[in-house]
């Protein structure tokens, strides 16, 4: 048997066994992104064949909050992950998980991690992994975003996925599993608004879109400063001599001189 009809099989099956109920998914959690400007993060999601709800999954709404499970294992060796945390706050958002390994019903694991995570703050959005490795491939700690690795026949990975939503809000997905069109599996996601407060929700003064950073020059004020005539744009006529050479009339100005002694 190939190994693409064993990772379908491996899939289909526990499919079967979660409708059968014989095994029950991880508990379901909110949705990541439900409400504008509310920061949130979730350790792992799957949508296809295997239908896993975010897991733990947080948000701001209420202010910082942070969940954890001490490990996720699904039979047929399908994934194995210890330690997962999410947690979101203060203008944050952050998941992380230590031992990851997806073996998706082939023995051998085809994706594996001592530990991956992706965190945002007010828009900006990283992630980072140590000691990864899809099939037979090492990955860096910092990979560029939207990295994607293929395994040919059997699945392709993004790595450090990144998606800037309409509203200006980022997602960021340390890794993001496609098995060849019926099963995706996405493990420590972020979500952050750019400009939020520090108790969770966005600033309606605030633009949805990511500022550019530019850099101005200081200009140096002039040392003689300028003088605004208040007779359409020429000067006084008490400074101008008079047509017989008498010196010129004083012009008024009104000033207000400190007395001391």
């Known amino acids: 048997m190939s190994r693409k009809k ?12 979660l409708v059968a109920g014989t ?20 350790a792992i999601s ?6 896993i709800k975010p897991t733990p999954s947080v948000n701001d709404e209420d202010g910082f909050s942070q969940e954890s499970v001490a490990r996720l294992r699904l039979p ?28 998706l ?7 594996s991690a001592s530990a991956i995570e992706a965190e945002c703050e007010n828009g900006k ?23 994607a690795i293929k395994v040919p026949g059997l699945l392709s990975v993004e790595v450090n996925k990144q998606v800037t939503h309409k ?4 997602t960021v997905t340390a890794l993001s599993i496609n098995v060849d069109g019926v099963q995706k599996i996405e493990l420590a996601s972020a979500t952050c608004y750019p400009g939020d407060d520090d108790n969770g929700g966005g600033d309606d003064d605030t633009p949805t879109t990511k500022p550019t950073e530019t850099t101005s020059k200081t200009t140096k004020p002039s040392s003689k400063p300028s003088a605004s005539p208040s007779n359409g744009g020429s ?5 101008k001599p008079t047509a017989n050479g008498k010196a010129p009339t004083p012009t008024p100005v009104k000033a207000h001189l400190d007395v001391t002694g």
């Open 6 to 17: 064993a990772v379908a099989g491996g899939i289909g099956a526990l499919s079967a066994l």
């Open 23 to 42: 095994v029950l998914a991880p508990a379901a959690g909110a949705t990541t992104r439900t409400t504008d400007g509310v920061n949130s993060a979730f």
């Open 46 to 51: 799957a949508t296809g064949l295997l239908t």
């Open 76 to 103: 047929a060796s399908l994934v194995d992950l210890r330690a997962l945390n999410a947690q979101a706050g203060a203008g944050t958002a952050k998941a992380s998980i230590l031992d990851v390994s997806v073996g």
């Open 105 to 111: 019903g082939v023995g051998k694991p085809l994706l």
């Open 125 to 147: 959005a990283t992630s980072s992994l140590a000691k990864a490795k899809i099939g037979d491939i090492n990955l860096g700690v910092a990979v560029p975003p939207n990295t």
């Open 167 to 170: 509203d200006g809000s980022v």
């Open 235 to 239: 000067a006084p006529a008490g400074d």
